[in-house]
Antibody, heavy 123, light 111 residues
Framework: QLQLQESGPGLVKTSETLSLTCSVSGGSVSSSNSYWGWVRQPPGKGLEWVGSIYYSGTTFYSPSLKSRITISIDTPKNQFSLKLTSVTAADTAVYFC???????????????WGQGTLVTVSS | QSVVTQPPSVSGAPGQRVSISCTGSSSNIGAGYDVHWYLQLPGTAPKLLIYSTNNRPSGVPDRFSGSKSGTSASLAISGLQAEDEAEYYCQSFDSSLGVSVFGSGTKVTVL
């Protein structure tokens, strides 16, 4: 059974960089044609797609975050990561990592999710 | 606000059938992009309920069904149970924005 687990600081200072890692078990981030992604949810609000990465390293970012975001994949560690620079209070959210359920990124569903981790941005 | 809208809440008595709408536009649902549905309990991750409009992952009861017509999609829950009380989200792709989009979410209350 595929399992994903987010890790990283729960508190980040305004203007600094948010860094999260998603550790994958029960499967491989390098599985052919697999896509992995990040979704966030501000407290009390809805879900927002942040970005996705193909097993080969090709990335796809939300246009609203594109200037601040980097998603990378670490095959030996079976992990993928999210970095978001110059954070503000608006980036406070629960961040979920997830696997896309099909071999395409645009509009594919998320079939396996991590439990989510709350990141609070505060000065 | 989301480009794909859902009613904030729906409710029904145990055993009843409820339906949740997901209304988009010609750049997302109306363009033929797939619609997916998730259930989210408080403090937990979303769980996939329906993918590609009307397909259920293994383990999802057949009480849940999906459909799509024009610029809208719907999730129906028949034989409503107390455990169905949760937040439900639809998801699609918007070609104008170039992003996967989630609906605004619907709280289902079992009376």
């Amino acid at each position: 059974q595929l399992q994903l687990q987010e890790s990283g600081p729960g508190l980040v200072k305004t203007s600094e960089t948010l860094s999260l890692t998603c550790s994958v078990s029960g499967g491989s981030v390098s599985s052919s044609n697999s896509y992995w992604g990040w979704v966030r949810q501000p407290p009390g609000k809805g879900l927002e797609w942040v970005g996705s990465i193909y097993y080969s390293g090709t990335t796809f970012y939300s246009p609203s975050l594109k200037s601040r975001i980097t998603i990378s994949i670490d095959t030996p560690k079976n992990q993928f990561s999210l970095k978001l620079t110059s954070v503000t209070a608006a980036d406070t959210a629960v961040y979920f990592c997830a696997r896309l359920g099909d071999d395409y990124v645009w509009g594919s569903w998320f079939d396996y999710w991590g439990q989510g981790t709350l990141v609070t941005v505060s000065s | 606000q989301s480009v794909v809208t859902q009613p904030p809440s729906v409710s029904g008595a145990p055993g009843q059938r409820v339906s949740i709408s997901c209304t988009g536009s010609s750049s997302n649902i109306g363009a033929g992009y797939d619609v997916h549905w998730y259930l989210q309990l408080p403090g937990t991750a979303p769980k996939l309920l329906i993918y590609s409009t009307n397909n259920r992952p293994s383990g999802v009861p057949d009480r849940f069904s999906g459909s799509k017509s024009g610029t809208s999609a719907s999730l129906a829950i028949s034989g409503l149970q107390a455990e169905d009380e949760a937040e439900y989200y639809c998801q699609s792709f918007d070609s104008s924005l170039g992003v996967s989009v989630f609906g605004s979410g619907t709280k289902v209350t079992v009376l």
